[in-house]
């Protein structure tokens, strides 16, 4: 598709189809949202640490200060990530079909592919924190919220299994999570896979105790609380793979794990669209969408990852 005169050799009677690919956002709905537009760097969220209670221990004492501590969670402006296609009017006329429509169908794919991709960047990158602006440090992910490979099995690498998914549901518990905010875990194909060979996720016998969830088609789409999300995370044409985020320099699949409130996405500008002439050049026009999008982790407790092998 990316080359419009190779296209223009063959007469094709109905639309033409995008190549197989991710054409669909799966995360877009799994966070939280804020509008940054207008601003080279916001504020998500201020942070209030933990306290013990004072007591009253003397008549006529003096009130003792509680002092929690403060901190503020911040996402910077991030570029703009886009799609631009050049059309020939006369490919249009020898193919008899308007490339424009299938290029805006590919535009979207990526666009699509992009956000998602921000939003994975947002859970396994550093949070930026501080109290102000101008004294920010970056935390990077806590190697105690990853459930290691080697997870339910004697020894060695493991793939995907329901002792895994135990040890997240754990994690998040430990970490005091909200039990009303939607937990969602996002697998591949691959690792669904797995789960059909553990008698805990396809046995009727565990099925209510493990709150084993099947669509229409038989799908796995819920357990132990976590909504299922699929995701290729080794897609070669997602950014977030390409920067090697989604798997372990040892080849280990990075699965997360995180709450609604744990993850949220910046929007400076959803969507930018254009399909336009291009004066300077004989009958052309371009097919342009652009986002600018960026997301980050909201605490450090509210989401975790899991390794799994694929060996």
């Not at 254009?274 to 960026?294: C, E, L, M, W, Y």
Request: aromatic share 8%.
């Amino acid at each position: 598709m990316g080359d419009v005169n190779t296209t223009a050799n063959y007469e094709f009677y109905n639309n033409v189809e995008l190549q197989l690919q991710q054409s669909k956002s799966v995360l877009w709905d799994t966070c939280e949202e804020q509008d940054c537009a207008g601003a080279e760097m916001v504020s998500v969220k201020d942070l209030v640490g933990s306290t013990m209670p004072q007591e009253a221990d003397e008549r006529y004492g003096d009130l003792k200060q509680t002092s929690p501590g403060h901190d503020r969670v911040w996402m910077g402006m991030p570029n703009e990530l886009y799609f631009n296609e050049f059309v020939e009017g006369s490919d249009q006329l020898a193919t008899k079909i308007g490339l424009t429509g299938t290029y805006t169908m590919a535009a979207m794919a990526t666009i699509n592919r992009a956000w998602d991709s921000q939003i994975l960047a947002g859970m396994y990158g550093a949070m930026i924190m501080g109290k102000a602006k101008e004294a920010l440090t970056s935390v990077p992910f806590p190697a105690a919220k990853v459930v290691p490979v080697t997870t339910g099995g004697a020894g060695g690498p493991q793939r995907f299994n329901v002792a895994k998914v135990r040890e997240a549901k754990k994690m998040l518990g430990q970490a005091f999570n909200d039990p009303n905010d939607k937990r969602y875990l996002a697998l591949s194909e691959v690792q669904a896979d797995d789960l059909y060979s553990e008698v805990q996720a396809t046995s009727g016998d565990f099925s209510k105790a493990f709150g084993i969830r099947l669509d229409s088609e038989g799908n796995l789409i819920g357990i132990l609380g976590f909504n299922i999300v699929r995701i290729e995370l080794r897609n070669p044409d997602l950014p977030a793979f390409q920067k090697g985020l989604t798997v372990t320099a040892q080849g280990y699949t990075r699965n997360p794990f995180w709450v609604h409130s744990g993850v949220r996405k910046g929007v400076w500008r959803k969507l930018r669209t254009h399909i336009k002439d291009q004066p300077q050049k004989v009958d052309v026009s371009s097919v342009f969408a652009g986002t600018r999008v960026t997301a980050t982790r909201t605490q450090a407790g509210k989401v975790g990852i899991i390794e799994n092998s694929e060996a």
